[in-house]
């Protein structure tokens, strides 16, 4: 059996600012963009890779209760809702090119015990997004 890992979600309150940051920042490529009953859908994936990341409404159900919805945004803008991890050949370089478009840094790069070289940052959104690379040894 072979399984692999195909797409994952993370909940954006403005499409065309994540756009912007995914797309213009980090280098990723559009794949699709697509809207529903009033929502969107922006799906983006690194040119390097098959996996994508789907930007969607924080409740992408059109039978969500309002209350619901409101709970979901207020995570979001919290920066509650779970983060990315991505693998980088450069972890420092890719921290300065982030940082300069102005993201909002979490933490510069740092070697990790756990055997990596890290940092991190916020999308526009307020999701977490890391930025590894494994430690030379």
Request: hydrophobic share 45%; with cysteine; proline share 7%.
């Amino acid at each position: 059996m072979d399984i692999k890992l195909s797409q994952c979600f993370i909940a954006v309150d403005d499409h065309d600012k994540a756009l912007a940051f995914y797309r213009d920042v980090l280098g990723m490529e559009v794949r699709n963009d697509v809207g529903f009953e009033g929502m969107r859908w922006v799906t983006v994936g690194s040119p390097a890779q098959d996996v994508e990341i789907v930007l969607e409404p924080p409740l992408a159900d059109p039978n969500a209760a309002p209350a619901d919805r409101q709970a979901m945004a207020e995570l979001l803008a919290k920066g509650l809702l779970r983060g990315v991890i991505f693998t980088t050949d450069d972890v420092d370089a890719t921290f300065e090119r982030i940082r300069a478009a102005g993201a909002d840094v979490l933490q510069e790069p740092m070697d990790q015990p756990y055997g990596v070289r890290d940092c991190a940052f916020r999308d526009p959104a307020g999701n977490m997004l890391r930025f590894n690379q494994p430690r030379k040894q």
